[in-house]
């Protein structure tokens, strides 16, 4: 696997990102089962669900977190893994008919258009499990064991009840809802930012332990760009479209969900995200040498157009 170029200015934001994309990409495809291997559709439908498409900025989160901390490199591959293996779950069951029925995902057919909807339920059951199989595998890529289990603890709080699958489970009793400005916060610190924080703080435990002060400015960092996220998720929904989304647009408002658009409007929705992306960028000053990478993913999830 080739190796990460050195994180300093001279070395661009686009081609540390990519080294990051392949190293994931390889480590992806080779902890996800064979095609050859039974049941062989099942594992056909899990490797279309996470193989070569995506932004991959979870494990971006995790690496640049992890190169804050001196982690090492094979431990953040698990590490990158396996919050990709929950988020790709969690796309494969959010696009399913009982949820968002959806057909169109990383620019491809869902999963339940391509292979059915009771094989898309078991591949996302199937990457939530090989999600903590690879995060164990961390350990042995040189994390201690102490932090591998924090790590799996943490994992399993981001996706579970509390997190990922709470605020999606708010998401669907909000729909015809116009939530007030604080349960809409609520919901996508769950749905979106759980697992975003949860990156950051994998790829932070890989590594060596920050002072307090330090801590904490990577915990607002990490809140920071996990709600900026969402709120640029809804003015994409609105102000995107198929071609440049991968997926369909304008299905907020046809399914009528709340959204940061819909309670404060697109102008204060814009304003609202630069306002997070400064507190980020705010939260890595304290975190000081070392946080380049974290400041320029900061600033990619505020101006991404995909
Ligand atoms: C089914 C338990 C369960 C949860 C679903 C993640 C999620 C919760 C739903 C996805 C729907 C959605 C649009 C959520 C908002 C933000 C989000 C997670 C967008 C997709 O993530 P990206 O943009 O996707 O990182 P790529 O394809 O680039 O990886």
Same mark, same amino acid.
């Given at each position: 696997?080739? %190796?990460?170029? =050195?994180?300093?200015?001279?070395?661009?934001?686009?081609?540390?990102? +990519?080294?990051?994309?392949?190293?994931?990409?390889?480590?992806?495809?080779?902890?996800?089962?064979?095609?050859?291997?039974?049941?062989?559709?099942?594992?056909?439908?899990?490797?279309? %669900?996470?193989?070569?498409?995506?932004?991959?900025? #979870?494990?971006?989160?995790?690496?640049?977190?992890?190169?804050?901390?001196?982690?090492?490199? =094979?431990?953040?591959?698990?590490? %990158?893994?396996?919050? &990709?293996?929950?988020?790709?779950?969690?796309?494969?069951?959010?696009?399913?008919? /009982?949820?968002?029925?959806?057909?169109? #995902?990383?620019?491809?057919?869902?999963?339940?258009?391509?292979?059915?909807?009771? !094989?898309?339920?078991?591949?996302?059951?199937? !990457?939530? =499990?090989?999600?903590?199989?690879?995060? /164990?595998?961390?350990?042995?890529?040189?994390?201690?064991?102490?932090?591998?289990?924090?790590? /799996?603890?943490?994992?399993?709080?981001?996706?579970?009840?509390?997190?990922?699958?709470?605020?999606? @489970?708010?998401?669907?009793?909000?729909?015809?809802?116009?939530?007030?400005?604080?349960?809409? &916060?609520?919901?996508?610190?769950?749905?979106?930012?759980?697992?975003?924080?949860?990156?950051?703080?994998?790829? @932070?435990? /890989?590594?060596?332990?920050?002072?307090?002060? #330090?801590?904490?400015?990577?915990?607002?960092?990490?809140? +920071?760009?996990?709600?900026?996220?969402?709120?640029?998720?809804?003015?994409?929904?609105?102000?995107?479209?198929?071609?440049?989304?991968?997926?369909?647009?304008?299905?907020?408002?046809?399914?009528?969900?709340?959204?940061?658009?819909?309670?404060?409007?697109? &102008?204060?929705?814009?304003?609202? +995200?630069?306002?997070?992306?400064?507190?980020?960028?705010?939260?890595?000053?304290?975190?000081?040498?070392?946080?380049?990478? !974290?400041?320029?993913? +900061?600033?990619?999830?505020?101006? #991404?157009?995909?």
């Amino acid at each position: 696997m080739s %190796a990460l170029p =050195a994180c300093s200015d001279e070395v661009a934001f686009a081609d540390w990102s +990519a080294a990051v994309a392949a190293r994931v990409e390889i480590a992806l495809a080779r902890t996800l089962p064979d095609e050859e291997l039974a049941p062989q559709r099942l594992h056909q439908a899990m490797r279309y %669900a996470v193989l070569g498409a995506g932004k991959r900025v #979870r494990p971006l989160l995790v690496h640049a977190a992890g190169q804050l901390c001196k982690a090492p490199v =094979a431990a953040l591959d698990s590490a %990158a893994c396996a919050v &990709e293996l929950i988020h790709a779950y969690s796309l494969v069951h959010d696009d399913m008919p /009982c949820m968002d029925d959806d057909a169109l #995902r990383r620019g491809k057919p869902t999963v339940h258009i391509a292979y059915g909807e009771a !094989l898309a339920m078991l591949v996302g059951d199937a !990457l939530q =499990a090989l999600a903590f199989e690879s995060l /164990c595998g961390a350990g042995a890529q040189g994390a201690s064991a102490a932090s591998t289990v924090r790590m /799996c603890a943490e994992l399993a709080r981001a996706a579970g009840s509390t997190g990922m699958a709470g605020g999606q @489970a708010i998401d669907l009793a909000s729909v015809g809802l116009q939530l007030d400005r604080e349960s809409l &916060e609520d919901m996508h610190r769950r749905k979106t930012g759980a697992m975003l924080t949860a990156s950051v703080r994998l790829g @932070a435990w /890989c590594g060596d332990p920050l002072d307090a002060a #330090r801590q904490a400015a990577l915990e607002r960092y990490a809140a +920071a760009i996990g709600l900026a996220f969402q709120v640029v998720d809804d003015i994409l929904d609105v102000e995107g479209d198929a071609g440049t989304l991968g997926k369909s647009a304008g299905k907020d408002a046809l399914n009528d969900k709340p959204t940061y658009v819909s309670v404060i409007g697109l &102008e204060a929705s814009r304003d609202l +995200a630069r306002g997070l992306r400064d507190d980020a960028y705010a939260a890595c000053d304290t975190l000081g040498a070392g946080a380049q990478r !974290l400041h320029q993913i +900061a600033r990619l999830i505020v101006e #991404r157009k995909s």
